[in-house]
Nanobody
Framework: QLQACGGGLVQAGGSLRLSCAASERTFSRNTMAWFRQAPGKEREFVAAHRRGNNRSYYGDSVRGRFTISRDNAKNTVYLQMNSLQPEDTAVYSC??????????????????WGQGTLVTVSS
């Protein structure tokens, strides 16, 4: 239902764009999001876009550097990552769900998950 791609190895300060292609059913959910999990750490909210209010939400550690967007014609959500730092190294996963506003940043609100794509940032 969700297929993420675009990860890879990049030097600190570089950029990457992740893509996540969704089935029409999944893409119709009110919220599409990205989460990440670094080795030995808990899963972390990265970004989300809510269809209803057409607003984007970001985790504190990525705000101002990452941008989430969605292409409704392609049923695809993107994550543009700029000014990458070694601490951004993680497996990035996309997710879809019919979340309530207050749960936008909570992984429990999402019922459709793609396999992750690894992003490695070297110093």
């Amino acid at each position: 239902q969700l297929q993420a791609c675009g990860g890879g190895l990049v030097q600190a300060g570089g950029s990457l764009r992740l893509s996540c292609a969704a089935s029409e059913r999944t893409f119709s959910r009110n919220t599409m999001a990205w989460f990440r999990q670094a080795p030995g750490k808990e899963r972390e909210f990265v970004a989300a876009h809510r269809r209803g209010n057409n607003r984007s939400y970001y985790g504190d550690s990525v705000r101002g550097r990452f941008t989430i967007s969605r292409d409704n014609a392609k049923n695809t959500v993107y994550l543009q990552m700029n000014s990458l730092q070694p601490e951004d190294t993680a497996v990035y996963s996309c997710a879809g769900g019919n979340t309530i506003l207050s749960e936008t940043r909570n992984a429990r609100g999402y019922d459709s998950w793609g396999q992750g794509t690894l992003v490695t940032v070297s110093s």
